[in-house]
Every structure is written in structure tokens, then in C-alpha cells.
């Protein structure tokens, strides 16, 4: 993940994994997106671990605390 932050803004990567899709939703519950559970595990918003990510150090802690996170919730 922390590479796709470190991307380029023009890159077709990136700008599928966070742009928005043309279109209308299809009706009923939104189906759970990789980004809200990613928000979840981290308990920040993704603007503000796109900026840790850019540091390394910063982003590893990012990542343990998340990890921690997510085996708690497989409990």
C-alpha cells in the first residue's frame, strides 16, 4: 500500500484504487471497499496515511498497529 502512495498522481494504479467510478450505484447496501477496512484497521483516514506513507519508519508503525488490529478482530 505505502507504494501506491509514493506513486505518481498520473499513474493508472493509483488512480484506480482511489479514484470514483462514472455510473450510478446499484440499490441496496454498498458492498465493503479494501480502503474502509484499511480505515477501520488503522483508525485514521486515508488522507492522513497517504502522508505517513511517504515515511518509511512512520509507515512501518502504521502497519504494526494495523496488523494488531485486524488479528484482534479474527479472534
Known sequence: MDTLYRMK???L????MFGMMEGQMRRGRPCR???DDIKEWCGEEIQTL????KDRD???TV???ALDTYRSYRR
Request: aromatic share 4%.
Open 58 to 60: 512512520m509507515w512501518r
Open 13 to 16: 494504479v493509483k488512480e484506480v
Open 33 to 35: 471497499e479494501r480502503l
Open 9 to 11: 498522481d498520473n499513474r
Open 50 to 53: 497517504n502522508i505517513k506513507a
Open 63 to 65: 502497519v504494526k498497529t
